[in-house]
């Protein structure tokens, strides 16, 4: 009798190891799972979204600033934009594959860490393009623009041609001006030909004007207004029409 005892009592401390081997064994591989997700999780975010670093001495980079107006404005050098325009400046490094077209990456200049590096964070492209979009907006109301529809009549005494790129809130806004005062004009992209580059620059040459980076370029009637400038395309506008008159 007391032989079965003992066989009963080691038979069930054997099935309690057993129970606590197996549950030990599938805490370890739920636990390497969890692990291996981590990392690839990890790993997909920095694929994403890669490391960039932006000093003094960075070379092949465009940099995009906005000035008071909400006017956009690019160069190659940090050295050659104002100290008021530093806060947000746009980042492209253009010897890098990585482009996401949702995402921008915007320098702060006013600031460096530890290493002389800037602070440079990444921003939806949206919330880029609606930093120029508040400060032309504010200017428009400042000048009392025309509402959508206000002299809405075509002007065939005016030739109009707007100098910009896809990604200009600027462009875009002189754009919806020149609609709303019933012009009809022809968008020309600078970034993407380089004969409209050429075309631009011998326009700049022939009017005795400084080239600039600095876009939209609107001539009207041969007359070049560099930027959003409303009260400049207003008067380009009155002389077309009074060239135009009997």
Not at 151 to 160: I, K, M, Q, R, T
């Amino acid at each position: 009798m007391r032989t079965g005892l003992l066989r009963q009592s080691s038979g069930g401390g054997i099935l309690r190891f057993n129970a606590i081997i197996r549950c030990l064994v599938l805490f370890l591989v739920l636990t390497a799972c969890a692990c291996r997700q981590k990392h690839k999780e990890d790993g997909s975010a920095t694929s994403a979204l890669p490391q960039v670093e932006l000093t003094d001495q960075t070379k092949d980079i465009l940099l995009t600033w906005i000035d008071e107006v909400g006017d956009f404005h690019g160069t190659q050098s940090i050295s050659e934009i104002k100290e008021a325009n530093k806060e947000h400046v746009r980042v492209v490094f253009t010897n890098s594959n990585s482009v996401d077209p949702e995402r921008v990456w915007v320098a702060d200049l006013r600031q460096k860490d530890s290493k002389g590096g800037y602070v440079i964070r990444s921003m939806a492209r949206s919330a880029w393009e609606e930093l120029g979009a508040s400060h032309r907006k504010s200017r428009l109301e400042a000048l009392g623009a025309p509402a959508p529809g206000a002299d809405a009549g075509p002007n065939s005494e005016v030739d109009a041609v707007i100098y910009g790129a896809e990604w200009c809130g600027a462009c875009h806004e002189m754009a919806k001006y020149l609609k709303a005062k019933g012009i009809k004009f022809v968008e020309k992209d600078v970034d993407k030909s380089s004969v409209v580059q050429a075309e631009l620059q011998s326009k700049f040459a022939k009017a005795r004007i400084p080239p600039t980076s600095s876009i939209p370029v609107t001539e009207i009637n041969g007359r070049l207004i560099v930027g959003f400038n409303p009260q400049a395309v207003d008067s380009a506008l009155a002389a077309a029409k009074n060239s135009g008159a009997p």
